[in-house]
């Protein structure tokens, strides 16, 4: 087993990603490079992880021979331009959420990837945990039965001080709201354990803070496979939480509420009677814990980068999640229902923003 090198760029999350990402795995990462923009953040992250390498140019550690990953964490507005330059330069690519702000942008990255020699990796690292593992495989293992309805709930609190950081809260820089910068993560959760949506009718509006993106959103969505699921999220609740609940002809499962680890243990998983509880028992008897978050999804990259097994989120993993988002915003604008797949045709296919400009 290889021990890949990372460079970081941009110390924000980044300092987590140092922390539960790859710290946690000396035998596969050494984090070896920072970059940002901010001497001071890079001075402080580098001093307290002994990171002697740092620089402020990207375009230096695109061109540094040993670095294998470019882990991109930087705001949203220039991950596009990133990824693509990362890619070209033969780097493996990780990258936070939202991959980009358009289904056209996230087509670019799929055209660059298809001659790339890296491979690229969006983050989604609420799917790691033992709770929403645990539903995954049940699910997977045709336990759960017919599907029939879903609420999910991204009940968060953002003040203005979160929006002293200039990018934040504005078109041009975040790209969107608490549909793409906060909720993204448990409407990931729902299209991995659900599938895709096929229709979605949604509504946006900004109500909590002084910000041009929304920051409350609700969304009425029919399921490929024929559920019902509600998404509703705010950035306006006194108590952080979130929540999916799935409810399927054999099994009704509920994630735990924390905030920013829903995919960790405990969840609520209810069979219908002792026939699916034993068949439940079979797939997750022997259950091995697995850490939450970051942690695990790094380990998933390494262990696919070793081709040791499947690349654990994909680009077509952000693209659905991307989809959504212009669907509700469509839908928003519209006032219609609005059927997937979102094609090139759409008024907000080039740029989901288009009203606001
Ligand atoms: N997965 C998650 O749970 C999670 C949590 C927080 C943020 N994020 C995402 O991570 C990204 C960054 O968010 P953040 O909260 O860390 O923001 P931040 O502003 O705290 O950090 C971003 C850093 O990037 C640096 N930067 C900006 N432009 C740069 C450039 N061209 N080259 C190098 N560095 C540059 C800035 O100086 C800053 O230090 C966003 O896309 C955000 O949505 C994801």
């Known amino acids: 087993m290889s021990i890949k090198t990372v460079a970081i760029i941009g110390c924000g999350i980044g300092r987590s990603h ?3 990402g790859y710290l946690p795995h000396p035998d596969k990462f050494k984090v070896a490079t920072l970059c940002d923009l901010n001497e ?16 402020t140019s990207f375009a230096e550690v695109l061109a540094d021979d040993s670095i294998d990953i470019v882990d991109i964490c930087t705001p949203p507005g220039i991950h596009l331009e990133q990824v693509v330059a990362a890619l070209q330069a033969g780097k493996h690519v990780i990258c936070e959420k939202p991959l980009t702000g ?12 298809k001659t790339a020699r890296g491979v690229l990796m969006p983050i989604f690292q609420y ?16 336990i759960a039965g017919r599907p029939y309805m879903g609420s ?44 895709p949506a096929s229709r979605v009718f949604g509504r946006v509006a900004t109500r909590v803070n002084d910000i041009e993106v929304e920051d409350c959103a609700s969304a009425s969505l029919l399921m490929q496979n024929g559920a019902f699921v509600s998404l509703s999220c705010t950035l306006g609740s006194q108590q952080e939480i979130s929540r999916l609940r799935l409810h399927f002809e054999n099994v009704t499962f509920e994630s735990n509420h924390e905030a920013y680890s829903p995919g960790k243990d405990p969840w609520t998983i209810l069979a219908a009677n002792d026939r699916v509880q034993r068949e439940i028992d079979a797939v997750i008897g022997d259950w091995q814990p697995v850490a939450p978050r970051f942690t695990t999804q790094m380990a998933h990259f390494h262990a696919h980068l070793e081709g040791r097994g499947p690349l654990p989120v994909s680009t077509q993993d952000a693209r ?29 296919y080039a740029d989901w923003r288009a009203r606001t400009q």
């Not at 402080?44 to 992880?49: A, K, L, R, S, T």
Request: proline share 4%; charged share 30%.
């Open 152 to 195: 999910v709930e991204t009940f968060w609190l953002r003040t203005p001080d979160y929006y002293a950081v200039p990018w934040r809260g504005k078109w041009a820089t975040e790209l969107g709201g608490v549909l793409v910068t906060h909720a993204l993560h448990l409407h990931d959760m729902l299209l991995h354990l659900m599938g």
């Open 18 to 20: 140092i922390v539960e």
């Open 320 to 348: 659905r999640a991307l989809e959504l988002v212009t669907a509700i915003y469509q839908s928003s604008d519209s006032g219609q229902d609005i059927p997937l797949p979102i094609g090139a045709d759409s008024p907000k």
């Open 102 to 113: 358009s289904l056209a942008g996230v087509d670019q990255i799929m055209r660059v990837e």
């Open 40 to 55: 001071e953040r890079l001075k402080q992250i580098g001093d307290e992880f002994g990171i002697d390498k740092r620089t």
């Open 127 to 142: 799917r790691y945990g033992d709770g929403v593992e645990k539903a995954k495989r049940i699910i997977e293992a045709r």
